[in-house]
């Protein structure tokens, strides 16, 4: 569960670093032209989010990867990469609450509910006991296959047209 929940965020999460740094490009070229200075966070502030977020979900989809092929790796590197979320999304909401940007009516608040609620999630399911026990799970080695019919447990069977057997008195 933890792997495919991994999976999911990262591809959410590369797309949207990728959507960040498509609206930085036209953030950079729109205050070059207007020539603003604009309050909010630095232009190289947003890029280190960009960065981090796309090196989250770089982190989550290898992670999520090596959890479905039973790597423990995989496992340390999702709790990793959904610790790195749930501190980028409270300092998010720090830089917007510095920037002046926060809003009255709670959206970023909800924000960052659905924010740090899923990477803790994550992270949560990849920690616990029984995503440990199913990694191990995959790596105990079966036992080989039998070729032929199978032994007696107690020596031949009896011979069912063999005449009884009466005690020697």
Not at 125 to 149: D, E, F, H, K, S
Not at 150 to 166: C, F, K, L, S, V
Request: proline share 9%.
């Amino acid at each position: 569960m933890a792997g495919v929940l991994a999976l999911l965020a990262g591809a959410y999460k590369g797309f949207t670093a990728l959507g960040g740094f498509l609206a930085l490009q036209r953030l950079a070229d729109a205050r070059r032209a207007i020539g603003s200075s604009a309050t909010g966070p630095t232009e190289s502030e947003l890029y280190a989010m960009v960065a981090t977020s796309a090196a989250i979900a770089a982190m989550l989809l290898l992670g999520g990867i090596l959890l479905l092929a039973r790597k423990s790796a995989g496992r340390t590197l999702i709790v990793v990469a959904c610790t790195l979320a749930v501190i980028q999304g409270f300092v998010s909401v720090g830089v917007i609450a510095d920037a002046g940007m926060m809003s009255e009516s709670g959206a970023a608040t909800v924000g960052l509910a659905l924010g740090v609620s899923l990477p803790l999630l994550i992270g949560i399911l990849a920690a616990v006991g029984p995503t440990a026990r199913w990694i191990a799970a995959g790596r105990t080695p079966t036992a080989p296959p039998m070729y032929g019919q199978p032994p007696y447990p107690y020596g031949h069977p009896p011979n069912p047209y063999a005449p009884p057997q009466y005690p020697h008195y």
